[in-house]
Every structure is written in structure tokens, then in C-alpha cells.
């Protein structure tokens, strides 16, 4: 029997194999046993030389080879379409073994994602696993790209059928054989070329299923403006097209993670933003420009996250998407819910979806679905919770992007806030069914089901959209704007220009606002609901900035703060991050409020409440920092009025008596500087050094620096350790200084959240870091030589 051919560079024709080659070969002939036949496949698949493809066999060796280890006919399927699918071919026979090859992938795909079996490619060798070592994935990316060739002036064409296919066959291998996905992503020009597929309807969804998944694994972030036709691409998309498309816009427009903690320092970040200035706007940067030059797309957008459920595509047409999903495992489990929640309300209702047998269809393409039926109500629902998670993303993060004022326009201009407010109770914050749609291995409380992460993005959608924006009194409704201004006329107090400047035709309509109705929901969401911190950052954003006492007083009225104090007092929470999120949203509530303050007080009556509040402060100073500077902030301008009403809270609030202690105070400060060292600042925890400079610059005010510092001193000195705390404060001022004085957004929020004005900030700093061991006012002069070490080098290698 002849032995196999081998591709030349393989080791044929050389004047002697290697001991290697001939123990990879079996040294029997020249024929490879089965296995190292894999081996030496893998070895070219790595190295690009050797065998690398099904066309370097012979048709009857690989006949041959397959009845013992039952490869399923891949090679020579493969080695046919090989044959059948060169340039002047009309690929109707490739068609047709494409067809074959499919099945073969696609079961075996099923089955490994959800998990009936458990496949070892190192010793049952799976269909899609052969298929990749024979060079199949190469193979049908050179026949999807045959479109890009030119022959005679003519390009060549393949039909959307056989395109499918393709993209159906590659997707099936992606799902099981590791590493074909980054193979892929690897073909910049492959993945550029996928784009172009999407105008077609036929093969969109395959199209973007697999785009995601290759997008998903890239090392570098593609950029859409090398996308041919992209404004054409997009706008000619359909509602349900573009829905689908923002899955991937999600990739492409939200900076890269490098998956390393250290990067997300303050020093670390420092550094990047330095090299980005050299290197220009960033791929996610680009992207989200090129989106937004495309005419109409935000208003598009914001169409689909308001549409109603009725609204939505037609039964027939969803039908054919879910008989897509079907066949894309990306969306299998998916399916398979929505299909659970069907069968469960047709006991109920009567209502069924019936699917045609294989091949049975209308006249117009669509599956046939019984006149007498409908789609059930349930499934219409989740459908619409799917889009609107992605878009609810993709307009979140242009929120947050260079462009943000001109999309906060056309998110007002296009009246995406009342369009969800009218979703709110229907859809967005709806009351879980029976049925619920909840994935394999998960439940209705997991974080993966899409009802949770619908509620999880609307709420990182409104504290975006509000966070130290004018635009966030859209939120409200007329009545309740002017509910604002009564505020502010009773307590004569000038009223906030953002509200008289708001465009009340664009404002939430209804009994209620989008803000009140988030209130609401709040105060009734179990203890251990993960909602919790979402809602409260949500309420934060909207008192964040310049403090207003009508948004104070708003908020106060509707029992926010002893809905807050139940959480942290008498629920006794545990989570640190809905702690924090309490405490941020507790302190913008009080900041300078009397009233707040009586509320407080009225509801903390009890030494044995007081009690348990200051332990849940002292058992993290990190998450509850913001609250102590809120607090000392609201002391020291109470201190400085003259009000009855300001006196008879000084005198009577257990919270505001506890901070006014020089001892806590100093406490605090020890603590919050002691936690926190320049390597490990992150966006998080720097809070506790500006904490600190505040309860400093508040002193020096009173001419009371020297008497801290010389405290801070004593307390080194007790503990042991003389040096190390004012050394590392040293240190942090310094960093301040380098942070700070290059960053404009920063110190206006320093400034507008304590009402201190950034000059006295930088005064304070530069007071405090001065050289001369003279100065009373100097960290140097209270750090004895011998523990002198103030000139680290702290900056990012």
C-alpha cells in the first residue's frame, strides 16, 4: 500500500529523518499511527509548517485510517470540498458537502454546551476537534472571503445559504475546540470582512453571534471605522438588527479590562492616561465617535429601549429568530427557557407556538404558526428584556464617554427618561412571574437572569444620567418640579437654575416621576436583595454636585433616610458594598441639612441605636468615610450660624456631638490615613485621603493644625512606631498633588462637595508638605530625623 504524501517542508526529501520524526511516524513504512497522525496536525496547526490539511492525504489513506478511528468522514468531506470549491466553481457541490458536514458539528456543539456529556479531545478526538486539525476552519474562511476576489474585473459571489453554513460550521467548532476563536480574531481582515455579512437578513444573526465571540477573545479592540459602509451598514439595520448589533457595540465601545488589579490604581491609571495623551483617543474612543456621526443612530436606540412589549415584532417573525437561536448555541439556553415558560402558560391559557416539521414553511419564508394561537404574553416579554439590555449598555457607556454632553442632549431630545418611566412598572421593575426565565443552573435571584440584569443596567443608566448633570430633574414630572420650587420659596432660599432651566416638555409624565417611582421600590426591596446598592448609587448620583436643599428636602419628605437607617441599624446589613452605598447616599442627604439632622435624631433615640450605627461606621472606614467627612462638614458651618433651630440640633444630635470630640476626630483621622498607602490608592479608596485633608483644612480654620498634627505625632509614638504614619501621609499629599492639580473634573468635585473652594485644598497641601522643619504647619517638623522618609519614589515602572 503506497504511503501517505507529504507536504513538502514535512521531512520528505531530506537525506535522513531526525530520530524524532521517525518515532513521530511510527517507523513502520512511512505511515503515521492514528495518533500521532493528530500530533503531527497540531504540531503544523502551531507552526503553519508540515501537515496542516485534509488535501496533504490521500483520499483512500484517510478511507482507510477512519474505520479505526472513527473520524465520522471529516477528512474526506473535507478533502471533496477542497476539490469543489476553487475559483471558477459554481459551489453547488461544495454546498451540498457543507450540508453534510454540519449535522455532524452541530449535535456534538449542542451537547457540549449544555453539558449532556463531557467531550476529551485528547481521547475520543470530537467531530469539530477533527474537523479543525484537518484544516477545516482555514478552508471556510478563504470560501467566505472568495467575495473579496477579483477575477477579470469581476468579483466572485457565494449565495447567503451557502454563507450560513459556513458561519453555522465555524461557530459549532468555536463552541467546542479551544483556541479556534482566537485563531480567528488573529485575521484582522476576516473579522473586518464579517461585518460585510450582516447586510444580508438571512445571515445577520449567525453573522453577529460569531463577530461577538471573536471580539469577545481579541487582543486588540477592532476599530468600526475601518468597517466598509458602516453608516450605510447600520442605519439600513431593522429594529431587531440593531438590537442584536448592540451586543457587539458593547465589545467594541467599552474600554479594555488588562484583567490585572494593579491596574486599577490611581498610579497605574495616572501612567495610562499619560501615554494615551501621546498615543491619542483610544480604540473604544474612536468607536463610540464613528457610532455617533451615524444620523439617527442614538434616536434609534433610544426607540428600542422605550418600545413597548405590543409594540415589538410580530409573532411569525420572532418565531423564525428563536428557530435561529436554535441553531446558535449562544442562545440555545435561552430558547430553551423561553420554551419552558411556553409549555407552562399553554396549560394555563391555551396557548401553544407550533413549530412546522423540518422543511415545512410559508410561501414568504416564515415558520407556520396556527391562526388559533399566540404567542404567549410572558415570552413577548423576555424577547424585549434581551434587547433592551444591550442597548440600555451600549447608550450607558456613550453616557460616560468623550461625547457625553451631546448625547445627554439627544437622550433628552429623543425623551428616553419618560419613555421609561412608562416602562417601570410593566416591563423594567415588573413583579416576577411563576415562570420567570431563569438559565440552566441558575435561579429567579441570580445575577445571570436577564430580569435582574435588565434592573441592574436601567439602574447604571440613571446613575449616569445623573451624576452631576442639570438634565437629571428630567427624572421628575411637572408636578413634582414644582413640588421642587415650593421647596425653595418656603425656605426662601433662591431656587436651583437647573430646574427653571429644564425643558418641562421633555420631563417624565404620569402620577409619578422616574425618581419617585425608584424610591418606592427601594424601600420595599428585601434586606438581602443585590438591588440595593444599584438603587442607592442610582439616588446618590442625583444629589451629587453643588449640595441643593430642595433636592434634600425632595428626597427627605418621601422617608428616605429612615429607610436608610433601617438598612444600617435595625436590618444591621452585612454587605460592605450596600453599606458604602448607603452611607455615600446617607451623607448627601444630611450635608448641611438641619433637618436631616432632626430626622436623624429622632430616629437614632437610643443609646443602643447610636450604638450599633457607630459600629457599622467603625467596621469599615473605607466604605463609610464619605458620611464622617458629610458630617464634619455639616458641623463645622452649623458651628458658624447663628439660628435657634441650628442650635437646638446642635444640642440635642448624638452624631453631630460624637464628631465634634477632638479624640474622634483624631481617631478618624489616624485610621483613614493608616488604611491607604499611594501603591494601593484606587478611585475607591481615595476618598479616605481627601476625608483626611478635610478634617485637616477644617482645623486650620480654627488655627488648630499644629495642635493635630503634634496629636497625629503622639499617637505614632504610642503605638510604637515613630515616623511611619506621617511619612506615609507625606507620601499621599504628594501623589494628591500630582493627581489632582492635572485633572479639572476632579477638583470641581472636590470643591462643589464641600463647599471648600480648590484653592484652600492646594493651600492646605502645599502648608503642609513645606520643607522647613520650622514651620508648625509642616508634616516634617513633627517626623524626628532619624524616621525620615519622605523622598520615595512612588511613580508606576
Not at 423576555?382 to 447608550?395: A, D, F, G, R
Amino acid at each position: 500500500m503506497a504511503a501517505a504524501p507529504v507536504a513538502a517542508g514535512s521531512g520528505a526529501g531530506r537525506g535522513r529523518r531526525s530520530a524524532a520524526t521517525v518515532a513521530a511516524w511510527g517507523g513502520w513504512g512511512g505511515r503515521p499511527r492514528p495518533g500521532n497522525i493528530l500530533l503531527q496536525l497540531r504540531q503544523g496547526q502551531l507552526t503553519g509548517r508540515g501537515l496542516v490539511r485534509a488535501v496533504q492525504f490521500t483520499e483512500t489513506f484517510l478511507t482507510e485510517r477512519d474505520k479505526q478511528s472513527k473520524w465520522s468522514g471529516i477528512p474526506q468531506l473535507l478533502l471533496k470540498l477542497h476539490t469543489t470549491s476553487h475559483l471558477h466553481s459554481d459551489f453547488v457541490e461544495c454546498q451540498n458537502i457543507l450540508k453534510e458536514i454540519s449535522p455532524l458539528l452541530s449535535m456534538e456543539a449542542m451537547a457540549f454546551v449544555t453539558e449532556e456529556r463531557k467531550l476529551t479531545q485528547e481521547t475520543t478526538y470530537p467531530n469539530t476537534y477533527i474537523f479543525d486539525l484537518f484544516g477545516g476552519v482555514d478552508l471556510l474562511v478563504e470560501i467566505l472571503m472568495r467575495p473579496t476576489i477579483s477575477i477579470r474585473g469581476q468579483k466572485l459571489k457565494i449565495s447567503d445559504e451557502m454563507s450560513k453554513d459556513c458561519l453555522s460550521i465555524l461557530y459549532n467548532t468555536c463552541v467546542c475546540t479551544e483556541g479556534v476563536t482566537k485563531r480567528l480574531a488573529e485575521k484582522n481582515d476576516f473579522v473586518i470582512f464579517l461585518f460585510t455579512l450582516m447586510t444580508s437578513k438571512k445571515t445577520f444573526l449567525q453573522t453577529a453571534t460569531l463577530i461577538e465571540d471573536i471580539l469577545g477573545v481579541k487582543k486588540e479592540m477592532i476599530r468600526l471605522d475601518e468597517v466598509p459602509n458602516l453608516s450605510s451598514l447600520v442605519s439600513n439595520f431593522d429594529q431587531q438588527q440593531l438590537a442584536n448589533f448592540c451586543r457587539i457595540l458593547a465589545v467594541t465601545i467599552s474600554e479594555m479590562d488588562t484583567g490585572n488589579d494593579d491596574k486599577h490604581t490611581l498610579l497605574a491609571k495616572n501612567a495610562q492616561q499619560k501615554k494615551s495623551l501621546s498615543l491619542g483617543p483610544s480604540a473604544a474612543e474612536i468607536n463610540q465617535a464613528a457610532l455617533l456621526s451615524i444620523p439617527g443612530f442614538v434616536e434609534r436606540l433610544c426607540k428600542l429601549a422605550t418600545r413597548k412589549v405590543s409594540e415589538s415584532t410580530g409573532t411569525a417573525s420572532f418565531l423564525q429568530e428563536l428557530e435561529e437561536w436554535y441553531t446558535w448555541l449562544d442562545n440555545a439556553l435561552v430558547l430553551d427557557a423561553l420554551m419552558r415558560v411556553a409549555n407552562e402558560e399553554s396549560e394555563h391559557n391555551q396557548a401553544s407556538i407550533v413549530f412546522p416539521p423540518p422543511g415545512a414553511s410559508e410561501e414568504n419564508g416564515l415558520p407556520h404558526t396556527s391562526a388559533r394561537t399566540q404567542l404567549p404574553q410572558s415570552m413577548k416579554i423576555m424577547h424585549e428584556i434581551m434587547y433592551k439590555l444591550e442597548v440600555l449598555y451600549v447608550l450607558c457607556v456613550l453616557l460616560m464617554g468623550r461625547q457625553r454632553n451631546q448625547v445627554h442632549r439627544m437622550i433628552a431630545e429623543f425623551k428616553l427618561i419618560p419613555g421609561l418611566n412608562n416602562l417601570f412598572d410593566k416591563l423594567i421593575w415588573r413583579k416576577h412571574s411563576a415562570s420567570a426565565l431563569v438559565l440552566h443552573g441558575h435561579n429567579q435571584n441570580c445575577d445571570c437572569s436577564p430580569d435582574i440584569t435588565l434592573k441592574i443596567q436601567f439602574l447604571r443608566l440613571l446613575q449616569s444620567f445623573s451624576d452631576h448633570h442639570e438634565n437629571k430633574y428630567l427624572l421628575l414630572n411637572n408636578q413634582e418640579l414644582n413640588e421642587l420650587s415650593a421647596i425653595s420659596l418656603k425656605a426662601n432660599i433662591p431656587e436651583v437654575e437647573a430646574v427653571l432651566n429644564t425643558d418641562r416638555s421633555l420631563v417624565c409624565d404620569g402620577k409619578r416621576g422616574l425618581l419617585t417611582r425608584l424610591l418606592q421600590v427601594m424601600k420595599k426591596e428585601p434586606a438581602e436583595s443585590s438591588f440595593r446598592f444599584w438603587q442607592a448609587r442610582a439616588v446618590e448620583s442625583f444629589l451629587r454636585g453643588t449640595t441643593s436643599y430642595a433636592d434634600q428636602m425632595f428626597l427627605l419628605k418621601r422617608g428616605l433616610l429612615e429607610h436608610i437607617l433601617y438598612c444600617i441599624v435595625d436590618s444591621e446589613c452585612k454587605s460592605r458594598d450596600v453599606l458604602q452605598s448607603y452611607f455615600d447616599l446617607l451623607g448627601e442627604l444630611m450635608k448641611f441639612n438641619v433637618d436631616a439632622f432632626k430626622r436623624f435624631n429622632k430616629y437614632i433615640n437610643t443609646d443602643a441605636k447610636f450604638q450599633v450605627f457607630l459600629k457599622q461606621i467603625n467596621s469599615s472606614l473605607v466604605d463609610s468615610n464619605m458620611l464622617v467627612r458629610c458630617v464634619t462638614l455639616s458641623l463645622d458651618r452649623f458651628e458658624n450660624q447663628v439660628d435657634m433651630k441650628v442650635a437646638e440640633v446642635l444640642s440635642e444630635c448624638r452624631l453631630l456631638a460624637y464628631i465634634s470630640q477632638v479624640p474622634t476626630q483624631m481617631s478618624f483621622l489616624f485610621r483613614l490615613i493608616n488604611i491607604i498607602h499611594v501603591q494601593t490608592l484606587t478611585q475607591e479608596n481615595v476618598s479616605c485621603l481627601n476625608t483626611s485633608l478635610v478634617i485637616l483644612m477644617l482645623a486650620r480654620r480654627k488655627d488648630r493644625l499644629p495642635l493635630y498634627l503634634r496629636l497625629l505625632q503622639r499617637m505614632e509614638h504610642s503605638k510604637k512606631y515613630p515616623g511611619f504614619l506621617l511619612n506615609n501621609f507625606h507620601n499621599l499629599l504628594r501623589f494628591w498633588q500630582q493627581h489632582y492639580l492635572h485633572k479639572d473634573k476632579d477638583s470641581t468635585c472636590l470643591e462643589n462637595s464641600s463647599c471648600i473652594s480648590f484653592s484652600y485644598w492646594k493651600e492646605t497641601v502645599s502648608i503642609l508638605l513645606n520643607p522647613d522643619r520650622q514651620s508648625p504647619s509642616a508634616l516634617v517638623s513633627y517626623i524626628e530625623e532619624p524616621y525620615m522618609d519622605i523622598d520615595r519614589d512612588f511613580t508606576e515602572e
